[in-house]
Structures are given as structure tokens and as C-alpha cells.
Nanobody, 122 residues
Framework: QVQLVESGGGLVQAGGSLRLSCTAS????????MGWFRQAPGKEREFVGA???????FYVDSVERRFTISRDNTKNTVYLQMISLNPEDTAVYYC????????????????WGQGTQVTVSS
């Protein structure tokens, strides 16, 4: 099994910035794509973005202007740097790992983290 642990969540004011980290441990041979989801209360879980290998990160258009995904393969860690946060960004952010981006986008990630709370005050 692979364990994913998120960190970096917290309370920030609107317009502020925050950086989340996700570190994978255990048997990581099958862990290739690492990405982020978020889920607000009463809302559907939504895909945020992902990174794989040494390639360019991928993220949805709705957050591309404000969120940046980076990856340090030597540490099995993926980061989500968020700027210009607004209250609608408030959610539990989850890290996920999968062999294929298509599987991750389809909700079939092999592993999930426990989530970290991001709260943006107005």
C-alpha cells in the first residue's frame, strides 16, 4: 500500500496564499500521477490538477490562473500553491495517486490522502 499525507491547510483571508504538500510513502512503484481534488460542504468532489513524471503539470481552467502544481520526485512530494484565494476555495483538499491521469480524472485513483482543510475568510 501507498500512504498519502497532506499538509499545509489552514485559515487564510481572502486574497491570501497557501501552499499544500502531499507526500507519498510505502510501495510507491505504481505511484506515477499525483494530483489534487477538493470538496466543499454539499458540493461534488472536483478535480483540481495533477503532475506526472517530469512532465508539465495539468490543471483545470477554473484554477489555472491561480493554482500551481509542482513536484519533487526525489521526495515523492507534490505541491499545490494557491494564490488569490477566495471564500469559494474553501474545501477539504485531497491528494490522490494513480498510474494514469485518465483514471484519476474518472475518480479511480489508487490511493487517497486523508484531506486537509482550507478555509478562506471573507
Amino acid at each position: 500500500q501507498v500512504q498519502l499525507v497532506e499538509s499545509g491547510g489552514g485559515l487564510v483571508q481572502a486574497g491570501g496564499s497557501l501552499r499544500l504538500s502531499c507526500t507519498a510513502s510505502g510501495r510507491t512503484r505504481s505511484t506515477y500521477v499525483m494530483g489534487w481534488f477538493r470538496q466543499a460542504p454539499g458540493k461534488e468532489r472536483e478535480f483540481v490538477g495533477a503532475s506526472w513524471g517530469s512532465g508539465m503539470p495539468f490543471y483545470v481552467d477554473s484554477v489555472e490562473r491561480r493554482f500551481t502544481i509542482s513536484r519533487d520526485n526525489t521526495k515523492n512530494t507534490v505541491y499545490l500553491q494557491m494564490i488569490s484565494l477566495n471564500p469559494e476555495d474553501t474545501a477539504v483538499y485531497y491528494c490522490a495517486a494513480a498510474q494514469r491521469l485518465s483514471a484519476m480524472r474518472g475518480g479511480l485513483s489508487d490511493y487517497w490522502g486523508q484531506g486537509t482543510q482550507v478555509t478562506v475568510s471573507s
